[in-house]
């Protein structure tokens, strides 16, 4: 039986049949992944939450969307996504499973294939308490990560700035609905922030409710946007 991959059974064995999204099968087959391949949708929640990582452009925070979305050929030979490194393993990026606007934005922080990476550790989730001109607001450690901006001469992310210094936004990085969130608040580039002070917060935002897991015969997970689920289909062996 034919199913699209985010209306397959969970927990199952599945065969890839066919992607109708050239970029996306573009990129599953430069690590290795190809129609007839077997795999599994797994009936899972996993929180999705920031790490910070070592590579090309020094440490630099990813969200937990965006880490899930870097896959790493780990030095002693398996992979898996930035999200499921422990603190210290190190490898190299295999590969990227994701639309072109987060590659590019990935790119801005140093991460492209190839590159070597070293996770440092989980981040805990913060609130980020922000001055733009006369208004405050907050910003969750997710949306801190996704901007790019210059600091005393010094680029960084917004994530890594220092209290009460001017911050300039120069890029906002990730998809649309990041850049849509950031947009609410009139984050844009060429405005100025202030950090003013850095909260814990409540976790928020898990894999169940907004990503697609798949297991490869691997052993390689995978974390899929809805969308891009919806646009591979596989086969249930067994079923007519």
Not at 91 to 112: D, F, K, M, N, T
Not at 137 to 157: C, H, P, S, V, Y
Not at 184 to 190: D, R, T
Not at 221 to 238: C, E, M, N, S, T
Request: hydrophobic fraction near 40%.
């Amino acid at each position: 039986m034919l199913f699209h991959l985010d209306q397959a059974p969970c927990n199952r064995s599945l065969i890839l049949s066919e992607i109708d999204d050239a970029i996306l099968s573009d990129r599953l087959a430069r690590m290795g992944i190809y129609a007839g391949d077997s795999l599994m949708r797994l009936d899972e929640e996993v929180h999705l939450g920031p790490v910070r990582v070592h590579g090309p452009r020094g440490h630099v925070v990813l969200a937990g969307g965006m880490a899930a979305k870097v896959i790493v050929h780990h030095d002693d030979g398996h992979k898996t996504p930035v999200l499921e490194m422990l603190p210290g393993e190190t490898g190299h990026v295999e590969g990227l499973v994701c639309g072109s606007s987060l590659a590019e934005g990935l790119e801005i922080l140093g991460i492209r294939e190839n590159d070597n990476l070293r996770m440092e550790h989980r981040v805990p989730p913060m609130n980020y308490l922000i001055r733009m001109g006369n208004d405050h607001f907050k910003l969750t450690e997710g949306m801190a990560t996704k901007i790019w901006g210059e600091m005393e001469g010094r680029e960084l992310q917004f994530a890594m700035a220092g209290r009460g210094k001017p911050f300039l936004v120069k890029q906002l990085i990730g998809g649309s609905r990041a850049l849509s969130m950031l947009d609410g608040f009139s984050i844009a580039p060429g405005k100025v922030l202030f950090l003013e002070a850095v909260t814990p917060a409540q976790p928020v935002g898990h894999s169940g409710r907004n990503q697609v897991i798949v297991a490869m015969k691997t052993g390689l997970r995978l974390y899929l946007r809805p969308d891009q689920a919806q646009r591979i289909r596989v086969i249930q062996p067994g079923r007519e």
